[in-house]
């Protein structure tokens, strides 16, 4: 097969993406991954063949000049309308969803499409791509896809608050009259595909298939067809420190706080200093990564502690007895196939889901990052250490999540996947846009 994946230019979303990327290129297929051009490097450094199409657009610039630009609440979590994905139904109302939407659309999915859509649809029709993987923002590819005649699945690595909104928004859409239907995202995406030949169809938003890199315990799912996938550790380069090849004398504790949001110019809602003073009373190894934005704020760093700019999060934790992190999906995932107990401080996006869901395992605590002071943290770790259930649900968690295919694994699945729409579009028509 030929197999074309694509991201917009956002480097944790690209590193949950790669593995399968290789999986399917060391079974004998053809990949290329389309991004905008400055991503380029990124994908290169991974050892895969980048694609690059369209103009570059930073979505962190648009958000450092409008930091409400997404809809979110103040105290933070998922962007409006997808929220809803917590709510129960009664709760739930047309004009939220219709209003946000059509916000959503105009402000942050054509920001991250637009600049793309036009050169991935003619790479795909120079290209001739099988299987399409898009991640659950880039909608460019479902268009590319459609324009080819080539099947396509979104690949998920967090809540599924996208198809669960969408459920709901289909819900109370069927409940309106007829003129009172309105649709921002089938307006948007079915103009693109009219452009190619094609029409408006529900898997330009949510895919054929989704690819689902979270465990259902952790998972808000939608009424769609799901193909569990094994998350992979990877972190792009990186060298381990001989200071990580022996045992630890100590408990060690692993302080991690992403890179995403201060790699955009952004600040931990953590107070880093506070943490680190009262961790400082415990015995223990703590090694934090911290930021060297973050870290020229530091006034001091306790005996027990070692700081650094970033350390490869897999190899540290294979020598942890703990980690506290911030609940990206990334970090919760490596520390989970490691059977580690978690302290989460979530603060944005699906993070607070995702913790709860942890917490819901067994498998650690979660705590407030803008309410929770250093002894709450520290508090908190002391009941990780010292508390064996949580070693238990950390345990179930990390065979829950061993329990999904590999990589490897899910190939096959897609092989069958592309091979049966092939035989289904070529019964009915033939390729879209040809």
Request: charged letters at 25%; hydrophobic letters at 40%.
């Amino acid at each position: 097969m030929r197999v074309l994946f694509t991201t917009y230019p956002e480097r944790t979303h690209f590193l949950s993406m790669a593995p399968l990327a290789w999986a399917l290129r060391t079974a004998g297929h053809e990949v290329r991954f389309a991004s905008q051009p400055k991503f380029a490097d990124v994908i290169t450094q991974a050892g895969l063949t980048a694609v690059p199409v369209g103009r570059d657009r930073d979505l962190w610039q648009i958000l450092s000049r409008d930091p409400d630009w997404l809809g979110r609440s103040d105290r933070g979590g998922m962007p409006l309308p997808y929220d809803v994905a917590e709510r129960q139904p009664g709760d739930i109302t047309w004009e939220y969803l219709s209003e946000g939407y059509a916000t959503q659309v105009d402000r942050w999915h054509k920001s991250s499409n637009v600049p793309m859509v036009t050169e991935l649809v003619e790479f795909a029709r120079h290209w001739k791509p099988d299987l399409v993987v898009w991640e659950p923002l880039t909608y460019a590819g479902a268009i590319a896809a459609r324009a080819v005649g080539a099947a396509h699945v979104r690949l998920l690595f967090g809540t599924d608050m996208y198809g669960v909104a969408r459920d709901h928004f289909l819900r109370l859409r069927a409940e309106r009259p007829e003129r009172g239907r309105t649709d921002p995202f089938a307006d948007w995406l079915g103009g693109y595909a009219r452009r190619y030949g094609g029409e408006f169809g529900e898997d330009l938003i949510t895919g054929q298939a989704t690819v689902d890199l979270v465990p259902e315990c952790l998972q808000h799912r939608a009424d769609l067809d799901y193909l569990p996938l094994r998350y992979v550790p990877y972190g792009g380069p990186a060298v381990v420190p001989g200071w990580l090849h022996g045992a630890p004398r100590k408990p060690r504790v692993a302080l991690t706080l992403g890179l995403s949001t201060t790699g955009h110019g952004g600040e931990y809602v953590v107070g880093v200093q506070d943490v680190l003073d009262a961790l400082g009373e415990l015995d223990i190894e703590l090694v934090a990564t911290i930021a060297e934005a973050e870290q020229r704020k530091l006034t001091r760093i306790p005996a027990n502690a070692k700081v650094a700019s970033f350390l490869p999060l897999d190899a540290l934790a294979a020598t942890c007895d703990a980690v506290i992190h911030h609940a990206g999906f990334g970090t919760l995932a490596t520390t989970a196939l490691r059977g580690l107990p978690q302290l989460i401080l979530p603060w944005d996006n699906d993070g607070p889901a995702l913790a709860s869901g942890v917490a819901r395992t067994g498998a650690g605590l979660v705590l407030n990052p803008r309410e929770a002071s250093g002894a709450d943290v520290r508090d908190g770790l002391r009941a990780l250490l010292s508390e064996p259930e949580f070693r238990r649900g950390a345990a179930g968690l990390r065979d829950r999540m061993l329990a999904m295919p590999a990589p490897n694994e899910l190939v096959g699945v897609l092989e069958r996947f592309t091979a049966e729409r092939r035989e289904r579009a070529t019964a009915a028509t033939a390729p879209l846009g040809a």
